[in-house]
Nanobody, 116 residues
């Protein structure tokens, strides 16, 4: 049974930093992309950052230069380092894994709240 567990969210003042972690348990074959998404109240879920199996990273425009995605393959963990946080970064952040046979796995999410 595959399970993704996010952690590291919390309340932080604008300008502060947080590091989110996503730990995957269970065997996942053929991972192609791991990503972080976020969903703010009343808004659709959006992709924030992704990292491919070849370590190619991509970021959405609002977070470029502030967020960094990385992974520790041996620990089955993906991180999202978030710096210079803004109130508009407030959302529930979700980890997602996609595979070569088009499966997708989601975590339960972790709340990030940035106060002004």
């Amino acid at each position: 049974q595959v399970q993704l567990v996010e952690s590291g969210g919390g309340l932080v003042q604008a300008g502060g930093s947080l590091r989110l972690s996503c730990v995957a348990s269970g065997y996942i074959f053929g991972i192609t992309v791991t990503g972080w998404y976020r969903q703010a109240p009343g808004k659709e879920r959006e992709l924030v950052a992704s990292i491919s199996s070849g370590d190619r990273t991509q970021y959405s425009d609002p977070v470029k230069g502030r967020f960094t995605i990385s992974r520790a393959t041996a620990e089955n963990t993906v991180y999202l380092q978030m710096n210079s946080l803004k109130p508009e970064d407030t959302a529930v952040y979700f980890c997602n894994i996609r595979t070569s046979d088009f499966r997708a796995y989601w975590g339960q999410g972790t709340q990030v709240t940035v106060s002004s």
